[in-house]
């Protein structure tokens, strides 16, 4: 089984930053993709970002690009999401998501393409 892990969420003022982490454990498996999305309540989960595990290619959501970045790290099997300039709006639950199968770039914004999910990490930017 697979699992994600996600850490580093938090409270933060309006134009601060933070990191979180996306540790994956369990059996070895092929990824595709890992991606990021968040949530707030009575909203659908929007894509943030994402990372081709095989070309490095990254990919982000209009509302986050130039602010955010995606990065992965082979050694310690985890993919990152650094966020600077947070504005309230960037409020909400962040999830890690990886396809665990080959996947057309095409389909890296729809969240139904995900196979395993964290739990979730809080984000709340006070303005």
């Known amino acids: 089984q697979v699992q994600l892990v996600e850490s580093g969420g938090g409270l933060v003022q309006a134009g601060g930053s933070l990191s979180l982490s996306c540790a994956a454990s369990?059996?070895?498996?092929?990824?595709?993709?890992m991606g990021w999305f968040r949530q707030t309540p009575g909203r659908e989960r929007e894509f943030v970002g994402c990372?081709?595990?095989?070309?490095?290619?990254?990919d982000y959501a209009d509302s986050v690009k130039g602010r955010f970045t995606i990065s992965r790290d082979d050694a310690e099997n985890t993919v990152s999401l650094q966020m600077n300039s947070l504005k309230p709006e960037d409020t909400a639950v962040y999830y890690c998501?990886?396809?665990?199968?080959?996947?057309?770039?095409?389909?890296?914004?729809?969240?139904?393409?995900?196979?395993?999910w964290g739990q979730g990490t809080q984000v709340t930017v006070s303005s």
């Open positions: 990372i081709s595990w095989n070309t490095e290619s990254t």
């Open positions: 369990g059996r070895p498996f092929f990824r595709s993709l």
């Open positions: 998501a990886a396809v665990t199968k080959p996947l057309p770039w095409s389909r890296r914004l729809g969240a139904e393409w995900y196979d395993f």
